[in-house]
């Protein structure tokens, strides 16, 4: 029995900040932006958009009637939750009129917390292969203003289904996976804010890319050149390039072509929204997805998913008859050509006015957002949320 992504779909806020515009504001060169870092758009939240918010606005667009009724399990992905006893999952499960016989959660593990969820569900799915799983990724990435990370910034959700006899792209059984307490990264619980060691946290995410990959093919007899393509975590597209060059040596240069013009295709969504933090790795596929043009049914892919603090894991994906969707391909494509463009100094009043975790009561002014799911402030610490 096939078991894997049978759906899947991503939401980002109605807004962004243009990185030539924010390298004329921060006296950079754009090219350091566009082409070292490999970013050309940032996804900005309106106050009225969390990891509650994003994740119902992703979930909905993938969710009908008959799913709905087979849903028995709800993960939620997040280094941004809101609150440190009360599950996202349990919002997610609320706005979306999710069936009340489920397991819901939420699951942290820095930008790895969606995996950690996808190799749960699948597993439950084996077990209950007439049931689904709703995992979803969700989060917003922040490093503070006119800091060396705030090029890396970003906020959005996707969504993904797990079910027997998928669609989309059926998962290994197996995975490769390698952990170790490393500080290249971290988010007290005073902080909105991430605190990193940028170069440090750089180093470890191609060690773990190599220690996993080169695992998991001595242990499932994987020839690397059975891979046609690669969908890489990417909290700056560059960085999945980085990896990627590490094991290019490893193949003829037909291969080498072939990974590179994959490669491009899975980062154009990402280039054009930011850190998704655990939604990274699947927005990084979902554009594979869209954009490749020679990857046909029954190819296999290799995912490699990482979290700061840290883990890794590797595992491989095969494609299925329905892998691809232009109604879902046009959706996304509409909604960012369609966001707004802020100026510099938008985007920082935007940023600034984002709510901290420190207020009882607050009430948000959501008339600029037209997104279905929102967020509408704290009354007695409880936070409010509202369907449209």
């Known amino acids: 029995m096939k078991v894997g992504i049978d759906q899947i779909g991503f939401y980002t806020p109605g807004y962004y900040v243009d990185l030539v515009d924010l390298a004329h504001a921060r006296n950079e060169d754009p090219n350091k932006y566009l082409i070292g870092i490999g970013q050309a758009q940032q996804a900005v939240p309106p106050a009225s958009q969390d990891a509650v918010t994003m994740a119902a606005n992703a979930a909905t667009q993938i969710i009908n009637d008959q799913d709905r009724e087979?849903?028995?399990?709800?993960?939620?992905?997040?280094?941004?939750?809101?609150?440190?006893s009360?599950?996202?999952?349990?919002?997610?499960?609320?706005?979306?009129?999710?069936?009340?016989?489920?397991?819901?959660?939420?699951?942290?593990?820095?930008c790895y917390g969606a995996t950690a969820g996808i190799q749960l569900a699948k597993d439950f799915v084996k077990a209950h292969p007439d049931q689904?799983?709703?995992?979803?990724?969700?989060?917003?990435?922040?490093?503070?203003?006119?800091?060396?990370?705030?090029?890396?910034?970003?906020?959005?959700?996707?969504?993904?289904?797990?079910?027997?006899?998928?669609?989309?792209?059926?998962?290994?059984?197996?995975?490769?996976?390698?952990?170790?307490?490393?500080?290249?990264?971290?988010?007290?619980?005073?902080?909105?804010?991430a605190l990193v060691d940028g170069h440090y946290s750089n180093d470890i995410y191609q060690q773990f890319f190599q220690t996993t990959i080169h695992d998991y093919c001595d242990q499932y007899q994987l020839q690397l050149s059975d891979l046609q393509a690669f969908t890489f975590h990417l909290p700056y597209s560059k960085l999945g390039l980085k990896a990627l060059r590490t094991i290019l040596?490893?193949?003829n240069q037909v291969q080498q072509e072939r990974w590179l013009a994959e490669f491009e295709a899975s980062r154009v969504y990402n280039k054009q929204v930011g850190n998704l933090y655990t939604g990274s790795l699947y927005l990084s596929l979902l554009s594979l997805l869209d954009h490749t043009q020679e990857l046909?049914?029954?190819?296999?892919?290799g995912l490699f998913s990482y979290g700061s603090g840290a883990q890794g894991e590797f595992f491989v994906g095969t494609l299925q008859a329905g892998f691809r969707d232009g109604q879902r391909r046009h959706q996304i494509e509409a909604n960012l050509a369609n966001r707004t463009r802020l100026t510099v100094s938008q985007y920082e009043e935007f940023f600034t006015q984002w709510p901290t975790f420190n207020t009882a009561n607050v009430t948000i002014?959501?008339?600029?957002?037209?997104?279905?799911?929102?967020?509408?402030?704290?009354?007695?610490?409880?936070?409010?949320?509202?369907r449209r």
């Open 70 to 84: 087979r849903i028995s399990l709800i993960i939620l992905g997040t280094e941004s939750g809101i609150d440190n």
């Open 365 to 386: 002014d959501s008339a600029p957002d037209d997104a279905e799911f929102i967020f509408t402030g704290v009354t007695d610490n409880k936070r409010q949320y509202r």
């Open 249 to 251: 040596p490893e193949v």
């Open 132 to 193: 689904q799983a709703l995992v979803v990724g969700s989060d917003v990435a922040r490093y503070g203003l006119k800091t060396p990370g705030e090029v890396t910034q970003g906020a959005g959700a996707v969504a993904m289904t797990i079910s027997a006899e998928p669609k989309t792209l059926a998962l290994s059984s197996s995975s490769s996976v390698y952990s170790d307490d490393i500080m290249d990264f971290w988010r007290p619980l005073n902080h909105t804010e």
């Open 86 to 110: 009360k599950s996202g999952a349990i919002y997610l499960q609320q706005l979306l009129d999710l069936p009340r016989a489920a397991r819901a959660f939420e699951i942290k593990q820095a």
């Open 296 to 301: 046909s049914a029954g190819d296999q892919i």
